[in-house]
């Protein structure tokens, strides 16, 4: 994902750096990497909720798995309950990652001079 980031730059900010004098490292670092995080922080929030979902947490409580035993539950007690913990239980789990990728995406949001 940082590579891609890395060849998203246009090659017009390389060559302009380069013709200011900076050397190669200090491209990199003053110029395109700042670039390449920024657009590289969206799909890594996606990547992140993709392998939360399938670490071994997620994976011993997997949302299938979730869903399933509430609906279980569900259909013996005849009462909501077990499906709103289901869904509390998806909260819990996702919403931290989510507001983390959110916050990171406003710092590094592009702004208007």
Known sequence: IFWAGILSVPKGQ???SRSTG???????GSIV???A???TVPPI???TVAITKNTALGMVIGVPEILNQATTAQSFSANATPLMMGALAYIVLFIP?????RFLETRFAW???
């Open 97 to 101: 990652v989510v507001a983390l990728g």
């Open 33 to 35: 990497l700042p670039q």
């Open 45 to 47: 929030t996606n990547r």
């Open 22 to 28: 900076l050397t190669f490292v200090g491209t990199l």
């Open 111 to 113: 702004r208007r001079s």
């Open 37 to 39: 995080v920024r657009l």
């Open 14 to 16: 390389w060559e302009a």
